[in-house]
């Protein structure tokens, strides 16, 4: 059959390990395809720019909506990044009829919604297996292999650079700023880590884990979001002695009030499989009520990991072409008219157990006030550790972990803690999960 003619918006780290990839698995691509798959028109902010693939017989150019006008392009591979501009190439690309793959988490997090729909009344199909933890291929995994699941939950170390970040801090008592720094220096964290470190883009790809998962629309404004850059290597060591591990996970799960979609530093019994996963690596745990606990581990980015994915989508669509529209893979896994209204919980009816630390006056009393407050929210204590005061310090840090509770109490709790004259600087609060014994 004709090959299929491949449009790449961007030749950078992704874009490159793309046409690697094509490239060197030609063969073994077509057979799986059908038919080949060939990149023959791109487009680069600088053409001039070195490299990391050749561009030998590719259509070059600077402007990227020529590229997904071109009428000889069947499948347009958005790699750019960024809301606006990639949200008008998509669409226009989607107008044109063409088939879109995309790795950009953001734009699918916050305008999914708008774009699957446009793709269904065009009969096109929009791939994203790559915007959400690399190489790992746990969209299809959540849509396709576990679709005879009802989802219980999902929880994952979905951004690679805190975990790289909390790794460090817990084998080499490293603090957050110094293993921020080297991870800007290693190429992990942008010069602006703010998305990486506050959780932001753990909550893009949360978001459409949640709605393939769950059969609900993208919601990333519902998502609370949390990041790490409070956490320091007394905690992790704190954690750690009491059996515990501090992992940034997404979690998201159905309760019968509604869904949990959050982002947050979270203390893991340290014999839990994804308490183990170190560096930049991925890992996302998903349980469904047939199969139990499964987890999907590997890398979460890089060119030729990430490529992998972007690969598999174009595989998918190309095999694709020849069916009809309504009875392809729904874009979120559930037939878009049968999308639940299940409301997304607020954080504070959420119900988790907590790690809290405070520095207090070391002198009689303070303890038992502490306990009081705690008790008299309804809060139960499950260990507590009172640490020796440091030589010429008046103060002690007070470690506690509880049994499970609401957020809005624990939250009513810590105010009227913080309020009490012995207790200095706020309270430190990392919520716990056992997960996979849930």
């Known amino acids: 059959m004709k090959p299929v003619n491949v449009g790449l918006l961007g030749l950078g780290t992704v874009g490159g390990g793309t046409v690697n990839v094509l490239a060197r698995n030609a063969k073994e691509i077509t057979r799986r395809a059908g038919r080949g798959i060939n990149v023959t028109h791109a487009a680069a902010r600088n053409l001039a720019a070195p490299r990391n693939c050749s561009t030998e017989g590719i259509k070059l150019t600077t402007v990227a909506m020529d590229v997904v006008n071109d009428p000889d392009i069947d499948v347009v591979v958005e790699l750019i990044g960024g809301y606006d501009h990639s949200l008008e190439l998509v669409m226009q690309a989607i107008h044109n009829g063409k088939h879109v793959v995309t790795a950009n988490k953001a734009l699918i997090a916050l305008h999914g919604n708008e774009i699957f729909k446009a793709a269904q009344e065009q009969g096109v199909m929009v791939a994203f297996e790559a915007a959400v933890a690399g190489g790992i291929p746990i969209i299809k995994a959540i849509r396709e292999g576990l679709a005879g699941n009802s989802i219980e939950w999902l929880a994952g170390i979905i951004n690679g650079t805190g975990n790289f970040i909390l790794t460090e801090m817990r084998d080499k008592g490293r ?231 609401r957020e809005k109490q624990m939250n009513a709790a810590i105010a009227r803690i913080e309020a009490l004259d012995s207790v200095y600087d706020e309270v430190i609060r990392i919520r716990l999960e056992v997960l996979d014994a849930d």
């Open 175 to 405: 603090d957050f700023a110094d293993v921020l720094a080297e991870a800007q220096k290693l190429g992990y964290a942008e010069a602006d880590p703010t998305f990486d470190v506050e959780g932001i883009d753990a909550a893009h790809k949360l978001t459409i884990l949640a709605s393939i998962a769950f059969g609900i629309p993208l919601q990333f404004d519902s998502t609370y979001t949390e990041g790490i850059s409070h956490i320091t290597r007394a905690d992790v060591n704190y954690a750690d002695e009491l059996g515990y591990r501090i992992k940034h996970l997404g979690i998201s799960r159905r309760t019968e009030a509604g869904i949990e979609l959050r982002v947050h530093p979270t203390l893991i019994p340290h014999r839990r499989l994804i308490a183990n996963v170190d560096g930049v690596m991925n890992a996302i745990l998903v349980k469904g009520d047939a199969v139990g606990p499964t987890l999907y581990y590997g890398a979460g980015a890089g060119a030729e990991p990430t490529a992998s994915a972007v690969v598999a989508d174009l595989v998918d669509v190309v095999r694709a072409l020849t069916a009809d529209p309504g009875n392809r893979v729904p874009h979120l896994a559930f037939q878009p008219d049968a999308l639940s209204d299940t409301p997304i919980l607020p954080m504070e009816e959420i119900e988790t157990a907590y790690y809290l630390r405070l520095q207090a006056s070391d002198k009689p009393g303070v303890l038992a006030d502490i306990t009081r407050i705690l008790g008299e929210s309804g809060i139960s204590i499950e260990a507590l550790v009172q640490k020796e005061a440091a030589a010429g310090e008046n103060s002690v840090p007070i470690i506690l972990l509880t049994h499970r509770i």
